[in-house]
């Protein structure tokens, strides 16, 4: 063959391997553009947006004044300052430290197996990329809402949550102290378990766990640390020996109130959207509690004699930690069981269970939150149910109960060990730090609203 037929022969293969190739190159060459196009063509709805940030407002109002004052008319009235000031200053410091690393760690990473099963990523850090015309997905494909308002969302759920451990180190323990613990205690157990949970690729996000807006994340995760807490932490010096009744059930009955109210936020507004799931997960959030409260009321009026206030409002926020998770895949004939089992086995954990262990959880953080939490967890497999008139992911003919229930055992089970190990080491830390965590004897004695902040609730 001559040089000239061979170069013909090797261009014409040439053009021939390079045509083969121009589809594949073309191919790899508009990928990014492709990726950029389907990010392009999702929508940002103007009304989910709305929803959204006004369930953020409610969720901040669930807190201060909502939870403050919940808690600060059920402790004595020379420490009710002292309560206030904590959930205060709780929520400003996790809010700070939620754009700096929280919102990073608890919603970012490859998600693929390994550490990120367990913990995000620093690519956020600082909030690093994000800017308003970001975008965050929503449960339906091509609605989006503003990545700042999904990160202003998750801030409420991740400064209420620690903000709740409060309760349980009432009356006793330094302000500092208080503040050291929950820094190291939403770094190292708060955002691991709201990224295994909640980020697509985390170890409990994979099993199959249900947890629509916190049962695990935010209340048996604060309920367990509350426990270990004050349990290291010891109890108050009037503990079991004398009454230390509430100074203002009124000031409670508000906070309950505000709570139930800005609940609707907590649980609705974890859909993401403004639709009708959002809307019977609203129902939810009011026939639930409504239960809880009734179902104390009666319990108390059986075991007791008497149906209490403080009984009611107390059975009103079991019910809403119960319905939590199940808020978006319950009916409402499941959410009310739900409610009426959590009013009365919390009512249990009360009046029973804490004194027969004899643990100074003062103001029964593990009580309500803890056994509350519980039960909502393992009770959303049953009320998830199609025949029950519930709502589960995936094929409704294929759910199993058995099959969800040992998965959601397996997730509260990872959230109170978690959890407790994380409280624990944080308290040896704390006290190592402060030389003791507790207030001197004299300083209890007086109240902390004098000793640790100089200044009287009332004149």
């Known amino acids: 063959m001559t040089d000239l037929k061979m170069s013909k022969v090797v261009g014409a293969a040439a053009l021939a391997t ?8 073309a191919q790899d060459a508009a990928a990014p553009a492709v990726e950029a196009a389907a990010q392009a063509a999702a ?16 969720v901040i109002a669930m807190t201060i004044p909502g939870l403050a004052l919940f808690y600060g008319g059920l402790v004595r009235a020379k420490n009710m300052l002292s309560v206030l000031m904590q959930v205060f200053a709780a929520f400003s410091m996790i809010a700070i430290l939620w754009v700096i690393y929280g919102y990073s760690l608890a919603f970012n990473g490859p998600g693929e197996g390994g550490l990120s099963a367990f913990i995000g990523d620093f ?14 997905a929503t449960f339906s494909a091509g609605i989006d809402i503003p990545e700042l308002t999904f990160i202003c969302f998750q801030l409420t759920f991740a400064a209420i949550t620690p903000a709740l451990i409060v309760g349980a180190l009432a009356e006793r323990m330094k302000f500092g102290a208080v503040m050291l613990f929950v820094a190291l205690w939403f770094t190292f157990s708060y955002l691991p378990i709201a990224h295994m949970v909640w980020f697509a690729g985390g170890l409990l996000y994979n099993l199959g766990a249900y947890d629509f807006a916190g049962g695990t994340v935010v209340h048996i995760n604060a309920g ?7 349990i290291v932490l010891g109890p108050r010096k009037e503990f079991l020996k004398e009454p230390i009744p509430p100074h203002n059930l009124t000031f409670t009955f508000i906070g309950a109130c505000l709570l139930w109210v800005g609940w609707f936020g907590f649980n609705a507004g974890s859909n993401l959207e403004a639709t009708g799931l959002a809307a019977q997960a609203v129902l939810n959030t009011i026939v639930a509690p409504a239960a809880a409260a009734l179902a104390w009321a009666i319990g108390e009026k059986f075991t007791r004699g008497h149906a209490s206030l403080l009984g009611a409002a107390s059975g009103a926020v079991a019910g809403l930690v119960a319905i939590t998770p199940a808020a978006g895949f319950a009916g409402a004939m499941g959410s009310i069981v739900l409610g009426a089992v959590a009013g009365l086995v919390c009512l249990w954990a009360v009046v029973t269970l804490k004194p027969m262990f004899k643990y100074d959880d003062a103001l029964d953080v593990f009580g309500v939150h803890g056994i509350g939490g519980i039960v909502g967890a393992l009770g959303t497999a049953i009320v998830a149910a199609p025949g029950l008139g519930g709502y589960p992911l995936g094929d409704a003919a294929a759910y199993n109960i058995g099959s969800q229930l040992w998965i959601q055992l397996q997730a ?6 978690w959890s407790a190990i994380v409280a624990f080491v944080a308290m040896l830390i704390v006290k190592a730090v402060f030389n003791g965590a507790r207030v001197s004897e004299t300083a209890e004695a007086d109240g902390l609203d004098i000793s640790s902040h100089g200044e009287h609730a009332y004149n």
């Open 412 to 417: 509260v089970l990872v959230s109170i060990v």
């Open 18 to 25: 390079l045509a083969l190739a121009l589809p594949a190159l």
């Open 43 to 58: 929508t940002v709805d103007k009304g989910d947006t709305t929803w959204m940030m006004l369930s953020t407002i409610l």
């Open 224 to 230: 367990v640390a509350g426990l270990v807490a004050a």
């Open 123 to 136: 690519s956020k850090l600082f909030l690093a990329g994000v800017t308003p015309a970001s975008q965050s």
